[in-house]
Nanobody
């Protein structure tokens, strides 16, 4: 089992920046990939970014390319999402996800482990 805890959400003005963290515990040596998804009220869960734990290959959703950066600290078993140039449409609950196997990185249903989510609100 892998446990995930997100932190770093909050309220920020449009154009501002915010960094989210996701700390993993449990069977962290088995982690193959970690990702961020988000879900706004009334909308489906959307892929934001993912990083393969060993290769460091990174993947981004089209709506965040060039503005968000995913990274990881292996020693701390933590993944970060640096969010710059935030827009009101980035407002959502952001979820951290992980899995121990190769999968379709953008498909939320394929991830086995999830955090509780952290709210990000961008004011205009």
């Amino acid at each position: 089992q892998v446990q995930l805890v997100e932190s770093g959400g909050g309220l920020v003005q449009s154009g501002g920046s915010l960094t989210l963290s996701c700390a993993a515990s449990g069977r962290t040596v088995s982690i193959y990939i970690m990702a961020w998804f988000r879900q706004a009220p009334g909308k489906e869960r959307e892929f934001v970014a993912a990083i393969r734990w060993r290769s460091l290959n990174r993947y981004y959703g089209d709506s965040v390319k060039g503005r968000f950066t995913i990274s990881r600290d292996n020693a701390k078993n933590t993944v970060y999402l640096q969010m710059n140039s935030l827009k009101p449409e980035d407002t959502a609950v952001y979820y951290c996800a992980a899995d121990v196997r190769s999968l379709n990185v953008q498909e939320s249903s394929e991830y086995d482990y999830w955090g509780q989510g952290t709210q990000v609100t961008v004011s205009s």
